[in-house]
């Protein structure tokens, strides 16, 4: 019962100190320059009356009941813009940290007996605690939605299939190369060739940092599973100290492999029965005489 | 006994997977290749095995035989039409059918072994 009065009481209190509760907690939130005084107006108005209302109608000890539905939407939604904003965890709890001072103040201010003053505290100091924590939880899974999208943005970016003539096909490899992104690179791999029809593939590990056994690894069975659908597989890009790693460590690479992208290039061009030449003109516009000219 | 077609196409033999293979069957259609390769003096055995979603070790074992026998009768075998998923999940298994050309379709497969009347054309020139 006392827990109810109190909850009555504090509910009172916001709703009739709004404005001066408002002020008070405006002037400490506004240590970080990166909020204006009016957006921390704005949000600490919204949450202050959205409070008060879930006080007055609820119990207070618990912030998962459904009266602190809109104090919650509106923490969620301020912490998430936070998050994506950029702000570190703390300077996002602040936020609802900050609103004790100006609280208790209040609650000093107002209440005369020491009894209620300390239960007004002890309920106020629970209910923003928990406030707080459900703020840096929202803060922290936005965060995290933010990683998981970017980490999913980059495997995609990172393996695209390039088609550099026809029938030949390029996969610049870029990063590490484990073993859930070796799945990804194969099935892109696969994929472009029963598109493209290409006859050869070309893998370039120019931007694969180190080759360990199990890299190695992953590279060969790309490479068996291009030539199971009927793709010859040419390995570019090795570099002069990941070549010697790869004979330290005894990885034996079955494939043809050419320095750079060029020589694979041209090595596919020429099984593919193509060649290139230089021109007789040397490189000036004109074009050989079977071009038709303008 | 039901039996898996095979059908000629210049010098070539097309088979189609179609059906769940299983020993029986696998047993069958190597016994009729190889009379068929000796029978029409095949250069190359094509076997499509677009049809098929799942390869097992059993599949990828008969296909390897089939390559080894016709090998002996001086026929090249590719396997044709394979899935990517198909693919993939022979590579995790394993398998990465060697010894047995690939191509992605039946017309690669079939400009592969030398094209409907491809280098047969001379050999029979030689011969009559």
């Known amino acids: ?294 | 006994m039901d039996s898996i077609p095979i059908l000629k196409i210049g010098n070539a033999l097309l088979v189609t997977i179609q059906v769940d293979m299983h020993d029986q069957l696998a047993n069958r259609l190597q016994e009729d290749l190889t009379t068929r390769i000796v029978q029409h003096r095949a250069r190359g055995v094509l076997i499509d095995i677009s049809a098929l979603e799942i390869v097992d070790s059993f599949i990828g074992r008969m296909l390897a035989n089939i390559a080894s026998v016709s090998r002996l009768l001086d026929a090249d075998t590719v396997v044709v039409g394979m899935r990517p998923e198909v693919a993939i999940t022979l590579v995790e298994l394993g398998l990465g059918l060697p010894g047995v050309k690939t191509a992605l379709n039946a017309e690669r497969g079939l400009a592969m072994i030398g094209g409907v009347d491809g280098r047969d054309s001379t050999d029979d020139a030689d011969d009559d």
């Open chain 1, 1 to 294: 019962m006392a827990k109810s009065t109190t909850q009555t009481a504090l509910a009172r209190l916001i709703a009739d100190g709004e404005a001066a509760i408002l002020a008070d907690w405006v002037r400490t939130m506004s240590s970080d320059t990166r909020i204006s005084a009016q957006e921390a107006q704005g949000q600490g108005k919204e949450f202050l009356h959205a409070l008060g209302k879930a006080l007055a109608t609820g119990n207070g000890s618990d912030i998962r009941a459904p009266e602190f539905n809109a104090v919650r939407d509106i923490l969620a939604g301020f912490s998430r813009s936070r998050a994506l904003q950029g702000f570190s965890p703390s300077e996002t709890a602040i936020f609802v940290f900050s609103l004790k001072q100006a609280l208790f103040e209040r609650v000093r201010a107002t209440t005369g007996d020491i009894q209620q003053m300390a239960d007004s505290v002890w309920t106020l100091s629970l209910l923003l605690d928990q406030l707080g924590l459900y703020t840096v939880e929202t803060f922290q899974k936005t965060r995290e939605e933010l990683i998981e999208r970017q980490r999913e943005e980059i495997e995609e970016l990172s393996t695209p299939v390039v088609k550099l003539w026809e029938g030949i096909v390029a996969l610049p490899l870029i990063g590490t190369l484990d073993s859930a992104r070796t799945q990804v690179v194969m099935q892109n791999l696969l994929e472009s060739i029963v598109q493209t029809g290409a006859e050869i593939a070309i893998i370039d590990i120019t931007g694969v940092p180190t080759v360990d056994t199990l890299t190695a690894q992953h590279l060969l069975k790309t490479v068996s599973a291009a030539r199971l659908m009927g793709a010859d597989c040419l390995i570019s890009g090795i570099r002069p100290q990941i070549a010697q790693t790869i004979v330290q460590l005894g990885v034996e690479l079955n494939v043809t492999s050419k320095a750079t992208l060029a020589d694979a290039l041209a090595l596919a061009l020429k099984r593919t029965g193509r060649s290139v030449e230089k021109s007789k003109n040397n490189g000036k516009p004109h074009e050989p005489a079977a071009e038709p000219r303008d």
